[in-house]
């Protein structure tokens, strides 16, 4: 079939056979089977045309176009005065950044990003994360508070 170079990511071959393509049913993805000409391993790559911003859906319903710098600026305002430096955070948001924009959505909730910052945060630093679930999680009791600090271990 049809030779399109993309490397294996097991022997690192530069040249696969394209077994199958497909596209998805939005008509802006192209799935490729491949399959390495030299280990024969098989894997898929996913082929998507870039036109379109990440668009965020606020809780209110409304839409924006998806801002680096306000989860940057969620994640310095959570960890103020924790001694972690600038870097980690915006590696941080690089990750978070890289992981929203490589799923398939285009859309993506905030609840969605509130979660991913609150799994990095929880790995980081507790004291950041229960700052940040505070302000994210909108309590509506000091009771719903504190049971949300009776899971943190
Ligand atoms: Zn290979």
Redesign the pocket.
Known sequence: MQEVYMQ??????IT?DVKDSRVSQDKETVRRRRS??????KFTTYEKIQLRELIVIKKSGAKKIFDRDKIYTSIATALRKRNVEEQQINNITDDITRELKSSTATEIPTKKIGELIMQKLESIDQVAYIRFASVYRDFNTAKDFAKFIGKIK
Do not use: L, W, Y
């Open positions: 294996c990511p097991f022997c690192f071959n696969t390495c000409e030299s280990c024969k391993s």
